[in-house]
């Protein structure tokens, strides 16, 4: 052995002996930092006492598949996990882009949930067969300790399918649910669950009766959010006596006065969130309305986006709005504070509660704001925000906001972006997904994203919407350089790639690094150009044109992209020849 191998081993043993000298708890919360797919590469096999850890790990805290390439998924599941199945609580799959038929691969390796007995949660993503959910539910009926279950960004039929809702609900000891189903209408079940007290909606509701339907069959709820309420021009009639305390809305081109006799019936709330677009209500009808029918809220959390006749005085009409907010009971007696942003130039108004409350924030133009904060700093009033929109059309207002976002982790920007835009993002550390577009006013927005780039230094995924196309070859992600990125989406530049482009994307700095890719080529042949130049491909999506039809591959393995193409041998041998 080399003294250079040696000298690690050294190094490696001595770091392993410091790590085991730490408290068992300790570990267990350090464990908590990584994936699932990095805690069984960089732990197991250390040694006995890390094995044992890790494994204590996983069975207390659960296995997260949602990002994981399939080599680690499969050995997990084939090595693993049929030893330890009976003693996991929580476990969660998904067949979003990263990971396709993440779902129906767990499956077929003969895995039933129903020898999962130890099984408190399930979360599932992407899911769009019915029939596999109501094989799912049907396992989870099987369950004695099951009490979290959640779809993410799902698509599976609801609509004509009651007794899929029925069979959530009936699941008899189901405390917590989520349901982010895609292009269909939620209508409420029609037995009663006594068990749930937490439900998080993310479906269109069928018509706002359904609201009093659900809230009948689950009596016991204490937790409510849904994000797709509209259109509200009658009032609605709630059972009596609704047990709920934290409620979360958010609502578009509702009628302020049915929204206020919605409410008025949550005689328990405690915490009330509203994001509302196109319903606004003053702050006296606000605190009339909490001061009788709301005696128990301690929490009121909102966002009105509106829009004003921009002819008028406008900043007039916004003063008297605003002074609806300055009464004693917002600012003595509750320490309520709100904030406003308007655009005298686009007739938009944005009022809303602060500390900020929501995840996301967006920059669409100049503005004009005030504050009844009492504070002049407001550097952390907006740490909720994890996703900023940045438009350049906000040039004009310069440095008159003194907002700062500290907790980025999804940015979608239009180039320019100016120093201002760095003032108010001073750091990118958490920064993990990145969408661009450049408008025809940009100057060198290749060299903008670049310096962006060298600012992200966790940045994961790299999304193209609209980029200047005058020398494709010149442009992104072709020169551009980063070392985190391993996801590229390049579906919405309106560009197709030649064979000339897709090899000089395989062979380009972030092309050699790429994991997932997302994009439209000219034909078959562009496909095999793209996975065998990219050798760290894992996941690939790609649309293209053959006989004026066109084509959307999806594919997380060689072979299954082979049948998926409907290719032969010939060419099987042509991939085996382009690994060696």
């Not at 080599?71 to 003693?87: E, G, R, S, V, W």
Request: glycine letters at 2%; hydrophobic letters at 40%.
């Amino acid at each position: 052995m080399s003294s250079i191998s040696q000298s690690s081993n050294h190094i490696k043993n001595t770091v392993v002996m410091k790590l085991e000298s730490l408290p068992v708890e300790l570990l267990l919360g350090f464990f908590d930092y990584f994936s699932t797919n990095d805690l069984f590469q960089k732990f197991l096999h250390l040694n006995a006492y890390f094995d044992s850890l890790v494994f204590d790990y996983v069975r207390l805290k659960g296995l997260n598949f949602r990002s994981i390439s399939q080599i680690d998924f499969d050995t997990i599941c084939l090595k693993y996990l049929p030893n330890m199945a009976n003693q996991i609580a929580s476990l969660a799959l998904s067949n979003s882009q990263s990971t396709p038929t993440q779902i129906t691969r767990f499956f077929k390796y003969g895995f039933n949930l129903s020898q999962f007995t130890c099984l408190t949660s399930l979360s599932l993503c992407a899911i769009s067969s019915g029939p596999a959910v109501d094989q799912i539910l049907s396992e989870l009926s099987h369950l004695d300790h099951f009490t979290r279950l959640v779809f993410k960004q799902c698509s599976f039929p609801m609509r004509g399918a009651p007794g899929r809702i029925n069979a959530i609900w009936s699941l008899p000891k189901l405390s917590h649910c989520c349901l982010e189903i895609y292009a269909d209408l939620f209508r409420a079940p029609t037995v009663i669950s006594s068990s749930i007290r937490s439900f998080s909606l993310y479906v269109s509701l069928a018509d706002k009766e359904e609201l009093a339907r659900l809230f009948a069959h689950t009596p016991y709820l204490r937790y409510f959010s849904t994000n797709l309420l509209f259109g509200w021009y009658s009032f609605v009639t709630l059972p009596p006596n609704i047990l709920i305390k934290t409620l979360s809305l958010s609502l578009f081109n509702v009628q302020a006065t049915v929204l206020v006799s919605c409410l008025q019936q949550f005689v328990n709330l405690r915490r009330l969130k509203l994001g509302m677009i196109y319903c606004f209500i003053y702050g006296d009808q606000w605190e009339q309305m909490i001061k009788t029918h709301l005696p128990n809220l301690t929490v009121f959390q909102f966002r009105m986006k509106s829009a004003f006749d921009k002819e008028n005085n406008c900043e007039e009409r916004i003063d008297e709005i605003f002074q609806t907010f300055r009464s004693p009971f917002w600012l003595d007696e509750r320490h309520w504070y709100v904030r406003c942003d308007w655009s005298p130039d686009y007739g938009k108004m944005s009022l809303y509660t602060v500390p900020y409350a929501f995840e996301d924030f967006t920059f669409e133009y100049s503005v004009i704001s005030k504050s009844t904060y009492p504070c002049k700093s407001s550097q952390r009033l907006y740490d909720s925000v994890h996703q900023l929109t940045y438009k350049a059309r906000l040039l004009p207002w310069s440095t008159r906001s003194r907002i700062q976002f500290f907790n980025i982790r999804t940015l979608i920007v239009e180039f320019p972006i100016s120093d201002f835009f760095y003032s108010m993002v001073p750091n990118f550390e958490q920064l993990t997904a990145l969408e661009v577009s450049s408008n025809d006013r940009s100057t060198h927005p290749t060299l903008q994203l670049q310096i962006l780039l060298d600012r992200s230094p966790n940045l994961q995924s790299l999304h193209f919407r609209i980029w200047p196309s005058s020398n494709v070859m010149q442009n992104p992600p072709f020169d551009s350089r980063s070392t985190s990125i391993r996801q590229l989406d390049l579906r919405y530049m309106n560009r197709c790639y030649d064979n000339e482009q897709c090899i000089a994307l395989a062979q380009s700095p972030l092309g050699r690094q790429c994991e997932i890719l997302t994009l439209t080529v000219k034909n078959k042949s562009c496909i095999f150009d793209l996975v065998n130049n990219m050798h760290n491909l894992r996941t690939l999506a790609v649309t293209y044109d053959e006989s004026n039809i066109t084509h959307h591959v999806w594919s997380s393995t060689k072979d299954q992209l082979i049948e998926e193409l409907g290719l032969g041998a010939r060419f099987n041998e042509s991939f085996q020849r382009g690994d060696e």
